[in-house]
């Protein structure tokens, strides 16, 4: 009996990228509540679509809408939760892909008037209603999307949920782990909105106050990357116990979480600030070729002769 379950443990453990990407969770109860939610979203899009004949829709938030649901579908449903309790390092990925890419790019989609087309017309006018300028829900939400709720917000529930007792929690308990999820992408959605600004609630940031929003998180996510990585011992027991996927001890395993913690995340930062300065650069530029003055044409006229006497201009004579 013993040498069936060592036999069974073996073939369970992941070696190549092929084992890697066979393995998919399709019964995740986010997953299941991501294509609810994109599937309602693509018929909102049609609605809307259908409706607003003269003005098409903008293909960069329709593509950043689909790309935000694939990210958050295959971090909930794929390989990384599949081996999320089993490989440090792919939790580690999932977390990054929910709060990094899933969240800020359904946020560049102002996904808000696809959903509220999505609903019946009563519907549709009461959610109207709440989200005036003076409604209490909108207040509250201008209200949680300020930098000084939003930063603090995200810091504390990354170092919260990377303690630990919490992390063992997650993994030895469904419903905690999913709460774990759902705290990473509110948090990161909470944060990204100053800087992205979908509707209903615009950001009031400029640029420049932007750059300085993101870099207040850059160096508290690279200490956690770094003590992580930096640890001479598995500070997460729970992965002791784990396949040794990849032929990884759990301090190697360890390790590499901690890296993409601390690198990739942080690129994913800069890359964030880099595309804000572009942005902010372009629009100082258009805004100082508006502001120019338009060179005025050289007036015609007759060119005066020596002696002080005008000249005529050409063809003069024939009229």
């Given amino acids: ?28 109860p986010f997953s299941i509540l991501v294509l609810i939610a994109a599937s309602i979203y693509m018929f909102g899009l049609i609605r809307l679509a259908g409706r607003a004949r003269s003005s098409p829709l903008d293909s960069k938030r329709v593509y950043a809408g689909v790309g935000g ?76 999307i300020d930098p000084r709720i939003t930063v603090p ?22 419903s905690v782990h999913y709460l774990q999820h759902l705290s990473f992408f509110v948090t990161a959605a909470l944060f990204w909105w100053p800087i992205i600004g979908p509707a ?20 508290p996510t690279a200490v956690l990357g770094s003590i992580v990585t930096l640890s001479r011992s598995v500070i997460y027991d729970d992965y002791l116990t784990s396949p040794a996927h990849w032929a990884m001890t759990p301090l190697e395993d360890q390790t590499m979480g901690g890296l993409i913690l601390w690198i990739p995340g942080n690129a994913l930062y800069l890359a964030a600030l880099t595309a804000i300065f572009f942005t902010w650069a372009s629009k100082e530029s258009r ?33």
């Fill in 1 to 28: 009996m013993p040498e069936t379950q060592s036999a069974v443990n073996e073939a369970d453990v992941a070696r190549s990228f092929g084992d890697l990407i066979s393995r998919w969770d399709l019964g995740d």
């Fill in 69 to 144: 649901f694939a990210a958050l579908y295959i971090a909930l449903a794929g390989p990384f939760d599949a081996f999320a309790t089993e490989a440090f390092w792919l939790h580690m990925i999932q977390h990054l892909i929910i709060s990094m890419i899933g969240a800020p790019l359904l946020l560049l989609a102002s996904p808000m008037p696809a959903y509220l087309w999505a609903m019946p017309e009563t519907v549709r006018l009461g959610a109207g209603e709440l989200l005036r300028p003076e409604a209490p829900v909108k207040r509250g939400l201008r209200w949680v």
């Fill in 153 to 174: 917000l995200f810091i504390g529930n990354l170092f919260l949920w990377h303690a630990p007792v919490m992390f063992s929690a997650a993994l030895n308990n469904d």
């Fill in 200 to 219: 209903p609630v615009r950001s009031k940031l400029s640029y420049p106050q932007r750059i300085m929003y993101l870099l207040m998180v850059v160096t």
């Fill in 287 to 319: 805004s100082a070729i508006t502001a120019s003055p338009t060179p005025r044409k050289r007036r015609r006229g007759r060119r005066p002769q020596r002696g002080g006497t005008l000249q005529k201009p050409p063809g003069e004579d024939l009229r």
